[in-house]
């Protein structure tokens, strides 16, 4: 019980040249068996000044075989470390952006191998790019969402969407199910 009444943190001024500590207890009962005395605790200016204005002083009973000694502890106030959970914050983005980022090469690779697939068939038809563009479209979004959420620069997404169209386009020309206009004229 004595422990807890000593044990406290107390904020102490910068200008703070001695401390004199005096143990006093409360107790219900008046016994003084359960309520040590001790007493002043001083401590010098330079101690005092550099390290409590600093933090807070603890103080705490230890019960020894020949008698009682106090244990003062000074640290300096706890506040939540900004790098910590900044370090966390990262670590969590990074898992999820890399989650992001293999959905990305993963719809894209469907897509290419898929296009390929068509390119080599001798007898494809102009009707067997409709999955292949649902494909496309699917990968579109997941591009667009990661460039929207900051996992992927704008540019790069444009770049992939670019190469996944022009892909198409080339199997497109290959099969003669597209031909492009001349370079001269253009529509209007």
Known sequence: MAAAVLSSCLALPTKLKNLSLNSSCSTASSSSSTCPTFGSLSFSSALSHNVFNKG????????????H????????????????????????????????????????????EALDDLR???DAQAEEVLPIEKLIAEAYSVIDK????????????????????????????????????????TAN
């Open 120 to 122: 080599k068939k001798p």
């Open 56 to 67: 807070c002083l603890s103080m705490s009973i230890v019960r020894r075989p020949i008698g």
């Open 146 to 185: 990661a460039v929207k959420v900051g996992t992927m620069h704008r540019n790069t997404g444009a770049r992939r969407k670019s190469r996944l169209a022009r892909r198409k386009k080339a199997v497109e020309i290959h099969h003669g199910w597209y031909t492009p206009a001349p370079a001269g004229v």
């Open 69 to 112: 000694s106090i244990v003062c502890e000074a640290a300096p106030k706890k506040k939540a470390d900004s790098a910590e959970k900044r370090a966390r914050q990262a670590e969590k983005r990074r898992i999820y952006n890399k989650a992001r980022k293999s959905e990305i090469r993963t719809r894209m690779k469907k897509v290419l």
